[in-house]
């Protein structure tokens, strides 16, 4: 709960990539770019701020990496920024997308760390990845290798890097231990369900009911996870016996809020934490006073954005790209989209029960 953070203005380093201003000269070259222009709008109507935009690609600098992008997801958090509603927001007009995987067409002379044919993705929010090509300073890259899946490599530096340093950085988790999430259909939750499964440490998903329980029930059996709960069940008094075979969590995992977070810190071992990284239920996170007292648990918040900016994240694309290269992680169920029929798949990204994401090919 608490009062909302205060949001930033921020300017994209690359900003002179996102000018959609004309062009007067014939050599200039332009990119197809999906870019939010009128007033910001929330709710629905929000699709209705963007459109489809020849934007003209800056030259190349000394220090300027020319990409073509391939894939980009649409995640939550592009259409927060886009409605208004999100910790960072960029000024008006500018391209959206946070994430995404390009291959590295020309460098400036002063480039270094990427050569043409390689694949780059962003190394920070805020570079506005739907668009067919741009060229960014070095500094806003980092290189992936181009043996992994394109959607693996579109997908890598949000959800997966958010469910490994929630699993690493708050319990020191052994291999037996056990986790607790909620929404664990999520892009996120799939990301945990894996790279726990990788590292020893079985997890309880919680999710909602939904028509087809049975079918989400068995993939996410097949990506590791140990069990799947519904937030119904996870109120009864029968969760006592799921934990004769699994140990109580020392890690919650929280992207919902309200009850679900709630009923999730019952089920913690004493001295637990609860991470929170979103609130899809846009409700606040109530704690009771003995979980405090009696079990001394621990909240704690995590935006991946910051930690980005506080940590080397070089190390750990190197990480999860090794855990694609073993199989131990894969993108999350995806529905891929060419770029001109935006508005099919930012209406599909918002619907209820969403278990694939979104990817704009572009």
């Known amino acids: 709960g608490g009062p909302r953070p205060p949001r930033r203005r921020v300017r994209s380093p ?15 070259r332009f990119s197809e770019a999906l870019a939010a ?10 699709p209705l701020t963007l459109k489809l935009k020849d934007l003209e690609v800056a030259k190349l600098g000394d220090s300027d990496v020319h990409i073509k992008m391939l894939a ?36 400036g002379s002063c480039v270094t760390s990427v050569k043409p044919g390689d694949w780059v993705i962003p190394a920070d929010a805020g570079l506005g990845t739907w668009r067919t090509e741009a060229v960014f300073p070095e500094e806003t890259l980092l290189r992936v290798p181009g043996d992994i899946p394109v959607l693996c490599a579109a997908t890598l530096s949000v959800n997966p890097c958010t469910a490994y340093r929630m699993l690493a950085d708050f319990e020191t988790l052994q291999p037996g231990d056990s986790v607790i999430q909620n929404a664990a259909n999520s892009g996120v939750g799939q990301a945990v369900i894996q790279i726990a499964k990788a590292f020893g440490i079985r997890t309880i998903n919680v ?31 029968d969760m006592k016996d799921l ?37 899809m239920a846009k409700q606040p996170v109530m704690v009771p006073v003995s979980a405090f007292i009696f079990k001394d648990v621990k909240l704690r918040g995590f935006w991946m954005t910051q930690w980005k900016k506080d940590q080397m994240h070089s190390k750990l694309a190197v990480s999860l790209c090794e ?11 995806c529905t891929e989209v060419p ?10 990204s918002m619907k209820p029960f969403t278990s694939s994401k979104q990817i704009l090919i572009l």
């Open 14 to 28: 690359a900003s002179c990539a996102r000018r959609l201003l004309p062009c007067d000269s014939s050599s200039c």
């Open 37 to 46: 222009f009128r007033k910001r709008r929330s709710g629905s109507d929000f």
């Open 72 to 107: 980009a997801p649409i995640n939550p958090a592009d259409i927060n920024m886009i409605q208004g509603t999100y910790a960072i927001l960029s000024e008006l007009p500018a391209v959206g997308g946070n994430e995404g995987v390009g291959q590295v067409v020309e460098v």
């Open 207 to 237: 999710v909602r009911d939904r028509p087809d329980l049975p079918k989400l029930v068995e993939r996410l059996m097949s990506l590791g996870a140990d069990h799947v709960i519904t937030e119904e069940m996870l109120r009864k008094p």
């Open 243 to 279: 934990f004769k075979s699994i140990p109580k969590p020392r890690l919650a995992l929280n992207c919902v809020g309200g009850k679900s977070a709630t009923e999730m810190l019952r089920h913690l071992q004493p001295k637990g934490t609860m991470v929170t990284y979103g609130g």
């Open 323 to 333: 855990l694609v290269r073993k199989g131990q992680l894969t993108a999350p169920a």
């Open 339 to 348: 770029l001109e029929d935006y508005r099919t798949a930012l209406e599909a």
